[in-house]
C-alpha cells in the first residue's frame, strides 16, 4: 500500500468468549481456550484499534451474558446479541441497548434448513429491532443470500452482510449473491463487512475490489474475526489489517472503510 494508514481503526467484527460459557448441542467449532476481553483489547492496543465490534458466534447461540457483560463496562466497545424468535419477550432490548448492545446476528451458516424469517415470529422479533435502531447482521453460505436479501430488506432493521457474503470458491461477480448484495448496498438498504479473507481464500481478494468498485468505499466496514477460531495458527490480528492495506491505493476509501465508515455506524456519538 503506497498510502498512509488511516489514524482512525474500528473493528468492526470480533468474538470474545470464555471456556466455561454453555455451548449449544452439536456447535460448529468448540473452542478449547477462552479468548477473554482482556485479550481483545490487547489485541486493540497493540494494533492501534481504537473501537471494536463484538459479534454473537453460534456456538453459544443466545447465551449473551458475557458479551453484555463486556460492553456495558467498555466504552470502546458495541455488541450483536442472538436472539431467538420464540423467545423475544424473555429478552430485556431496552437494557441491552443502553449497555451497547445495537443488533442481532442470523448464523444461519451451516445449517441444513433455514428458518423461515417470514414468519409472524420473526416479524414480530425485526419490528422490535427495527424500534430500537437496532441492525441485522447476516451469517450465512452465498448462494442463500439471494432469497433471504428481499425479506430483510423489507423487514425494517438495517442489514449488515458478513464476510463479504461468503462467497463460493472461484466466484466473483458470477456468484449467486454478488449482484443482490450490490442492489441492496446501493439502494442504501445494506452494509458489506470486507472480512474473513482467510476462511473464503484467494476469491476474497476479487471480491473486495469487485464490492468496492460497484458500491463505492461508504457501506464497506473492515473487521478482523479475530481470534480466527479453527485457524487460529495461520494469521495474526496485523494480517488482517495488511490483507485489506495491500488492495487499497485511495487514501479517502482507506479512511471510510477501516475506521470513519464503522464510527458512524456503530459509534454515532465518537467523534
Known amino acids: 500500500m503506497s498510502i498512509e494508514r488511516p489514524a482512525l481503526l474500528v473493528d468492526a467484527h470480533a468474538h470474545i468468549f470464555t471456556l466455561d460459557m454453555p455451548l449449544i448441542d452439536n456447535p460448529r467449532h468448540s473452542p478449547t481456550y477462552s479468548f477473554p476481553l482482556e485479550d481483545y483489547l490487547g489485541q486493540l492496543d497493540a494494533n492501534g484499534v481504537s473501537h471494536g465490534v463484538i459479534a454473537a458466534a453460534s456456538p453459544w447461540g443466545d447465551f449473551n451474558d458475557y458479551t453484555r457483560e463486556c460492553v456495558k463496562k467498555t466504552p470502546r466497545l458495541r455488541g450483536t446479541v442472538i ?12 437494557e441491552m441497548t443502553s449497555e451497547g448492545i445495537l443488533g442481532i446476528r442470523l448464523p444461519f451458516i451451516g445449517l441444513q434448513k433455514l428458518p423461515d424469517i417470514r414468519s409472524a415470529e420473526y416479524k414480530k422479533l425485526f419490528a422490535a429491532l427495527a424500534e430500537r435502531h437496532w441492525h441485522v447482521h447476516l451469517h450465512v453460505e452465498g448462494r442463500h443470500i439471494p432469497d433471504l436479501l428481499p425479506h430483510l430488506e423489507n423487514a425494517g432493521p438495517r442489514l449488515v452482510i458478513d464476510h463479504l457474503g ?10 449467486p449473491a454478488f449482484a443482490p448484495i450490490v442492489d441492496a448496498v446501493n439502494r ?3 452494509w458489506i463487512k470486507a472480512s474473513c479473507g482467510y476462511r473464503i481464500g484467494p476469491v476474497a481478494d476479487e471480491h473486495f475490489t469487485a464490492f468496492l468498485d460497484e458500491c463505492g468505499p461508504e457501506r464497506l466496514f473492515w473487521a478482523s474475526d479475530c481470534p480466527f477460531v479453527g485457524h487460529e495458527n495461520e494469521l495474526v490480528y496485523a494480517d488482517t489489517i495488511n490483507w485489506l492495506e495491500n488492495l487499497l491505493d485511495d487514501e479517502f476509501a482507506a479512511r471510510r472503510i477501516f475506521g470513519e465508515n464503522a464510527r458512524d ?4 456519538d465518537v467523534s
Do not use: M
Request: hydrophobic share 30%; charged share 30%; proline share 17%.
Open 83 to 94: 436472539l431467538h424468535p420464540e423467545k423475544l419477550d424473555s429478552y430485556p432490548l431496552d
Open 265 to 268: 455506524f456503530y459509534f454515532p
Open 188 to 190: 442504501g438498504k445494506a
Open 166 to 175: 461468503r462467497p463460493e470458491p472461484h466466484q466473483v461477480k458470477d456468484a
